[in-house]
């Protein structure tokens, strides 16, 4: 899916969340999708193979919830550059926040390409590597999508499976093309293994 980058531009207008602690010492096999109540409704959580993606970047040091200005910053100049957008922005989350001290959380607000560009110009360009994930589709405003981490780490504590980083959240659509926030879906995901 080929997105124009103009329509993106306003994806993040305040709109960053907050991961929760990482999970770990988990292990064990596969099982169906758990349906988990989250606020008024309820967020199915599953398991996948995500494919490698080819990204250009901008990193960000310090307060998650800060990530607003640096994805506009990151979209403007893919604009300028003429780079061509192979799906929705997403963010990575290197660091838990809970054992990590605010200033240094590490993050990445990314978009995804085709392959490496010719020209990136402060952009940096890198490659999320293929990788096992249970992940949650989470309707409702992008500064709540810290809601479904738990219900995430719930299931992988269910599945018996190591939690691993970085976690990715995917903005799946723009908030300048809908009439509110909770028209908003994005997609949380988190890398497993099996534990020994």
């Known amino acids: 899916m080929k997105l124009p980058l103009a329509a993106v531009l306003g994806l993040f207008l305040g709109a960053c969340s907050t991961p929760r602690p ?10 169906e999708a758990s349906v988990h109540a989250l606020g008024t409704g309820s967020l199915e959580a599953n398991w996948k193979e995500r494919l490698a993606q080819p990204y250009v970047f901008l990193e960000k040091r310090g307060d998650y919830r800060e990530l607003g200005d640096t994805m506009r910053t990151l979209l403007t100049a893919a604009s300028e550059l003429g780079l061509a957008s192979k799906g929705p922005p997403f963010a990575l989350f290197y660091d838990d926040p809970g054992r990590v001290q605010r200033e240094e959380l590490r993050a990445r607000v990314c978009l995804p390409v085709a392959e490496r560009p010719a020209s990136a110009g402060a952009l940096r360009y890198d490659v999320l590597p293929r990788a096992m994930v249970v992940y949650a589709e989470v309707r ?44 908003l879906v994005a997609e949380v995901q988190i890398p497993w293994s099996a534990g020994e």
């Open 140 to 183: 409702g405003p992008y500064p709540e999508l810290a809601r479904s981490y738990p219900v995430l780490f719930a299931y992988l504590g269910e599945l018996g499976w190591q939690a691993g980083a970085p976690i990715r959240e995917v903005y799946l659509v723009n908030p300048s093309e809908v009439a509110g926030h909770g028209e």
């Open 22 to 31: 990482l999970a770990g010492g988990l292990h064990g096999t596969p099982r």
